[in-house]
């Protein structure tokens, strides 16, 4: 999958594998930290998010474990793995490379004033 079609959800699983680089978290707790860490810029709710980490999950780029809270309810804690942390690097390349591709696009000024 190229860049292009990867961009939109490559940018979900970027971001979810880069807040599971800090530290073990479940998904609300991971939909809250995107909105506080972006200053409420981006907005990825948990409908959006989960299927994003059932992804991973399926890929091996992160694990889960149940956790109780309370006496009744358990919450899922997501891990980084070794393999999620490869991932990570090679999401953040793709994305510097289309940023870069993007910032050439608005700085193009044509040599001749044509086309």
């Given at each position: 999958?190229?860049?292009?079609?990867?961009?939109?959800?490559?940018?979900?699983?970027m971001?979810?594998?880069?807040?599971?680089?800090?530290?073990?978290?479940?998904?609300?707790?991971?939909?809250?930290?995107i909105?506080a860490?972006?200053?409420?810029?981006?907005?990825?709710?948990?409908?959006?998010?989960?299927?994003?980490?059932?992804?991973l999950?399926n890929?091996?780029?992160?694990?889960?474990?149940?956790?109780?809270?309370?006496?009744?309810?358990?919450?899922?804690?997501?891990?980084?793995?070794?393999?999620?942390?490869?991932r990570?690097?090679?999401?953040?390349?793709?994305?510097?490379?289309?940023?870069?591709?993007?910032?050439?696009?608005?700085?193009?000024?044509?040599?001749?004033?044509?086309?």
């Open positions: 999958m190229g860049i292009r079609e990867n961009f939109k959800k490559g940018s979900v699983e971001v979810a594998l880069r807040l599971l680089s800090e530290k073990d978290m479940y998904g609300y707790e991971m939909s809250q930290k909105t860490w972006s200053g409420g810029v981006v907005l990825i709710s948990e409908g959006s998010l989960y299927p994003t980490l059932y992804r999950l890929q091996g780029y992160i694990s889960d474990r149940r956790e109780r809270v309370g006496r009744r309810q358990t919450r899922i804690y997501y891990h980084l793995e070794d393999a999620g942390s490869a990570l690097e090679e999401l953040c390349d793709e994305f510097a490379i289309f940023n870069k591709g993007i910032a050439d696009i608005l700085e193009h000024k044509e040599e001749d004033g044509h086309g």
